[in-house]
């Protein structure tokens, strides 16, 4: 008897030290990373741009894939059911924050550990560059004038373009025809082929086609102007009925593991993913494309991202396009 309890102490003793072991030498081989959104959309190029200067102090590869689909649910499904080891990253938006009162998963950000939130950026609402809608006073009379008509591109239900179109019902009380794509890049494709009459894109990944007459852009959703775009309106200053929604407006983009992973694990991606924000390279692509950086990390990222949830699931729900009530997931009302 004395025998199995020391064969099993020396078990546990090695399990242990191999977990030491194995943390330390983090990373040992290369990192899976699933990006939630298309190629060529905002998540997808900025995680593409940060992470290759993350891997300098890193060491090692990060391997990244695109796993679109369901507004990011299927990426945010795969790195959960991944082992908490900290060689699967989850590069995704705001959406998670969203998912369980429009219905889309269980899971939230609450099953993961925000490494970094890199930047937080604004949409701005456009359309094709030979439009007969020329302002956004032009797109609202149009809408009202053929309701549920006018084609508007969005990235799933939940993504950011949706909620753009969900927050101009509840001020203008108009609604539009959604036509779904797997992010920013296949919906300028479609507007940019007249496919689309309106949507609502990252400024980053529109101010290029903007600022070269490809599309045209009617209004950034904002309270304030953005340097990037700074000849078109911000919303509140066309309807000052805006205000109080734009207090949470605009999104964000970030990378995560899931809980449970070593807090050694967490401690060098976190210090790799803070070396590759002051790059100059990536401040130079956030300022070019109107992005604020965060570079918050742990509580501070999870109070941003809690703040953030609260304010749109509320106005969501308030707006009659939620299908669980977000008290039912204890999220507080603002």
Avoid: C
Avoid at 53 to 59: D, F, I, N, P, V
Avoid at 134 to 149: C, H, M
Avoid at 152 to 164: E, F, K, L, M, Y
Wanted: charge should be neutral; aromatic fraction near 10%; proline fraction near 6%.
């Amino acid at each position: 008897m004395k025998s199995l309890k020391w064969l099993a102490l020396v078990l546990v003793a090695g399990l242990l030290w191999t977990g030491t072991v194995s943390a330390a030498d983090y990373p040992s081989h290369p990192i899976n990373g699933y990006i939630a959104w298309g190629a060529g959309g905002g998540t997808d190029t900025v995680s593409r741009l940060v992470t290759p200067l993350a891997e300098k102090a890193l060491g090692q590869s990060i391997v990244l894939a695109n796993r679109t689909g369901a507004t990011g649910a299927i990426a945010t499904q795969a790195a959960y059911a991944a082992k908490a080891d900290g060689y699967t990253l989850l590069f995704h938006a705001e959406n998670p924050q969203l998912y369980q009162v429009l219905g889309l998963s269980t899971l939230s950000y609450d099953e993961f550990y925000p490494i970094m939130l890199f930047v937080q950026g604004s949409t701005v609402i456009v359309v094709p560059k030979d439009s007969p809608i020329k302002t956004y006073a032009d797109l609202i009379a149009a809408a009202k004038a053929k309701p549920s008509q006018l084609s508007i591109g969005i990235s799933g239900v939940g993504g950011q373009p949706w909620v753009t179109s969900k927050l101009i019902k509840k001020v203008e009380g108009v609604d539009f025809n959604p036509v779904a794509f797997n992010g920013d890049g296949p919906l300028i494709t479609a507007l940019l082929g007249k496919q689309l009459d309106v949507s609502g894109l990252a400024v980053g990944a529109a101010v290029q086609y903007v600022k070269n007459g490809d599309l045209r852009a009617l209004a950034i959703m904002k309270n304030s102007p953005n340097d990037t775009l700074k000849e078109v309106p911000y919303i509140t200053e066309l309807n000052p009925a805006f205000n109080d929604i734009m207090k949470a407006s605009g999104f964000f983009y970030g990378v995560f593991v899931k809980k449970g992973t070593p807090q050694p694990i967490i401690d060098t991606l976190t210090k790799a993913y803070q070396q590759a924000i002051t790059d100059q390279k990536f401040i130079d692509y956030a300022n070019l494309n109107g992005l604020s950086i965060l570079g918050l990390t742990g509580a501070k990222a999870q109070e941003f991202m809690n703040n953030w949830r609260s304010q749109m699931s509320w106005l969501i729900w308030d707006s009659g396009a939620g299908k669980n009530n977000p008290a039912d997931f204890g999220i507080p009302k603002p």
